[in-house]
């Protein structure tokens, strides 16, 4: 009886120290085994094909040059490549249209990625992974408006917003920030614009990649005063395959890993947030 006990402890034990294996290659961010290079039916054997647009802007890929690792989404490539065994010199980029990313058909790319939301229509034509991101709201205004510089919710409150009608970011000033005084609803962003360049309101909100863009391009000295605390809601963005590709299991196993190991959030916040001049509004 006594072997039996010593028997009966041993394989408990050892059942108790596979299952804390096992959570603690969960919690790592492994993948399965059979999701590495030498197994994965890329474009080329042992080459990982990575597609992105042209040009690829910032912050999502800095100096148009994704091959250097720089910017959010050069940096989410390789950490899934990593994830998946290749090393940075394993990795080919390729580049093409938003357009033609999206239709159905063969692919020059094992993945692409260049804020590719997840859509029900889109998923009808192609494949997407695991989401690797999704989008905040931020307020955005100009150098030398009533809220430039501001660093809180609270210094929000007296704050003249807009957005568009029936959009997240007009729920996100509701429901976030809670103004004194009452959001201006427009009928698009291009309204919205507008009025804050012809400072009718202090700041509108947007999604972030948005909020980017209009900043770099439509509004002079424009600014992002910083993103609000995500409420879940929002575009989320996932690499491209084409459709019923052999990897895509692999490669959301690759981006669920790199979001469950912290890889992720770091990226996230040394490129979308730190490097952008984008804090989060606490």
């Not at 609270?154 to 959001?183: E, F, Y």
């Not at 910083?226 to 590709?245: H, M, R, V, Y």
Request: glycine share 8%.
């Amino acid at each position: 009886m006594k072997i039996a006990t010593r028997i009966t402890a041993g394989l408990s034990a050892a059942a108790l120290a596979l299952a804390l294996t096992s959570c603690a290659t969960k919690s790592t961010g492994a993948i399965s085994s059979d999701c590495t290079k030498s197994g994965l039916a890329t474009l080329t054997k042992g080459t990982l094909t990575i597609a992105t647009g042209s040009p690829a802007y910032s912050p999502w890929a800095i100096d148009d040059k994704p091959e250097t690792g720089k910017g959010f989404e050069p940096a989410v490539a390789y950490a899934v490549a990593d994830k998946l065994g290749f090393a940075q010199s394993d990795v080919k980029w390729v580049r093409t249209t938003f357009d033609g990313a999206v239709t159905p058909g063969a692919k020059t790319f094992d993945f692409n990625l260049q804020q590719f939301s997840i859509t029900a229509a889109r998923k009808k034509a192609v494949d997407f992974s695991s989401p690797y991101y999704t989008a905040p709201q931020a307020v955005v205004s100009y150098k030398g408006s009533p809220i430039d510089g501001k660093t809180s919710i609270a210094d929000l409150a007296s704050a003249k917003l807009g957005a568009a009608v029936g959009t997240t970011s007009l729920n996100a000033i509701n429901d976030v920030v809670k103004p004194t005084t009452q959001a201006q609803v427009f009928n698009d962003n291009a309204a919205a614009v507008t009025a804050l360049k012809n400072h009718q309101i202090d700041g509108v909100v947007v999604d972030l990649p948005t909020a980017f863009y209009l900043t770099a391009v439509e509004i002079p000295n424009g600014l992002i005063v910083g993103q609000l605390p995500s409420t879940g809601e929002g575009d989320q963005f996932g690499l491209l395959l084409a459709k019923n590709s052999p990897i895509t299991k692999c490669v959301s196993q690759a981006v669920d890993a790199i979001t469950k190991d912290g890889t992720l959030a770091k990226i996230t916040d040394t490129w979308l947030t730190s490097a952008a001049g984008a804090a989060v509004l606490k």
